[in-house]
């Protein structure tokens, strides 16, 4: 073993300030206690939403619609494809700005309040959540399907 090298058991940690050690330190993941908090508390922020909040399903018909849109209006090409797809995105850009939730987004953080404190109550918030979010997408897919239709 050189000079150089740390102790056994201290790692690299030997070569490093105090002020550096700290800055390690504050860098460190947080306990698993923590983590479960900070869960637990976007959980009950997500069963506090209102209905429209919740309801992604008519914004992401919008992305049918523009790709639909832009393909119509740019000519056969490759050009056609790339706008077309970028009309695509636009849903997801409307439904993201609206802070919206779809379905298959993180509805399971909700469960976190509900598995911490199980009451008939949180058991109620949670599938208020769960059925105005399928409804919403749901309704979007019909209402959105029905015009492209017509």
Known sequence: ??????????????????????????????????????IRVQGEAELSRSAAALAAGLSMGFSTLFRGVFQAQ????S???????????IGFLIVILARQQLFTENTVTAVLP????????????????????LAGNLAGVLLFSYGLAR
């Open 1 to 38: 073993m050189s000079q150089d090298d740390p102790a056994p058991g201290e790692g690299s940690a030997a070569q490093l300030s105090g002020e550096e050690k700290s800055h390690v330190s504050a860098k460190q993941p947080a306990r698993a206690a923590v983590l479960h908090e900070i």
């Open 74 to 77: 740019v000519p056969e090409g």
């Open 114 to 133: 509900f598995m911490t404190r199980p009451s008939p109550g949180n058991g109620l918030r949670l599938l208020r959540l769960w059925c105005i979010v």
């Open 79 to 89: 050009a056609q494809h790339l706008l077309g797809s970028f009309g695509y995105s």
